[in-house]
Each structure stands twice: as C-alpha cells, then as structure tokens.
C-alpha cells in the first residue's frame, strides 16, 4: 500500500533536550564529526488506494493541526514515498 511519510521538527527557537543528550553522547562513542543534533517525529501514514492530490491534502491537513503542535513545531516535510 503506498504510504506519505510526514516530518515534524521543533521550531529552531526552541530547546531540543533529547537532541543536546545525543550530541553529547556521540563523542563519547566515537562519532565526533557532529556539531549539534535536533531530534523531530517522522509519521507513516498508509493509505488504500491511490494517492490523489485530495488525499495528500488531508495528510498536509492532518500535519498541521493533530501531528504537530504548531506552537512548537514545524511540518517540515510531506511526501509520497514508493514501497
């Protein structure tokens, strides 16, 4: 079934915890070619059936208003991608 993929990021104002917690580790594991890590959600949405330019704007719809938290967070990408 094809799927559109939906990713979601903190706004850049915005404190990434999580991201400052792994770009600390990542020197500690060996991996020290990385100045700074912001950690977003990645949705999968399936769809049946074909997907029509009405349903990929459901999907930027759903996007904006119960994937992400618009104070916070930015819709950073939607697309189709082929399985």
Do not use: H
Not at 52 to 59: D, I, R
Not at 68 to 80: C, G, R, Y
Request: glycine residues 8%; without cysteine.
């Amino acid at each position: 079934m094809p799927r559109i993929v939906v990713d979601v990021m903190p706004k850049p104002e915005i404190l990434d915890p999580q991201g400052k917690a792994i770009v600390g580790a990542l020197p500690r594991l060996g991996f020290d070619a990385f100045a700074g890590v912001r950690q977003g959600k990645r949705f999968e949405l399936t769809v049946e059936g074909e997907i029509t330019e009405a349903v990929l704007e459901q999907a930027r719809n759903a996007a904006e208003t119960l994937l992400s938290n618009p104070v916070i967070e930015d819709v950073v990408n939607v697309e189709v991608v082929a399985d």
